[in-house]
Nanobody, 113 residues
Framework: QVRLVESGGGSVQAGGSLRLSCVGS????????MAWYRQPPGKERELVASISSSGSTQYADDVKGRFTISRNNAWNRMNLQMNSLKPEDTATYFCRTTNANWWGRGTQVTVSS
C-alpha cells in the first residue's frame, strides 16, 4: 500500500522559515516525479513546486527565491524549505506523486503578520 506522509508544518511569524518533509512508503520512490501543492483556506489547490525523478525543479512564481524543493531517494523523502514566509503562504501543504497521482493527507502551515 502506497503512503505519502507530510510533516513539518506549524505556525510562524512572517519572515520565518519552515521545512516540510514528505516520506513515501510502499513505492519505488526514486522513479517518481514529485510535487508540493497547497490549498489556502477557501481557495483551490495549487502547485507550489515540483521535482522530477532526475532532480529537475520548477517553482510557482510567487515562491521562487523563497522556497527550495529537494529529494533524498535513499530516505524516500522529499523536502520543501520555506524561507521568508508571508501570510499568504498560509495553507495546507500536500505532497503528490505527479505521474501516479498519489497524495498525502497534508500538513498545515500558518503564517501570522
Amino acid at each position: 500500500q502506497v503512503r505519502l506522509v507530510e510533516s513539518g508544518g506549524g505556525s510562524v511569524q512572517a519572515g520565518g522559515s519552515l521545512r516540510l518533509s514528505c516520506v513515501g512508503s510502499g513505492m519505488n520512490f526514486k522513479i517518481y516525479d514529485m510535487a508540493w501543492y497547497r490549498q489556502p483556506p477557501g481557495k483551490e489547490r495549487e502547485l507550489v513546486a515540483s521535482i522530477s525523478s532526475s532532480g529537475s525543479t520548477q517553482y510557482a512564481d510567487d515562491v521562487k527565491g523563497r522556497f527550495t524543493i529537494s529529494r533524498n531517494n535513499a530516505w524516500n523523502r522529499m523536502n520543501l524549505q520555506m524561507n521568508s514566509l508571508k501570510p499568504e503562504d498560509t495553507a495546507t501543504y500536500f505532497c503528490r506523486t505527479t505521474n501516479a497521482n498519489w497524495w498525502g493527507r497534508g500538513t498545515q502551515v500558518t503564517v501570522s503578520s
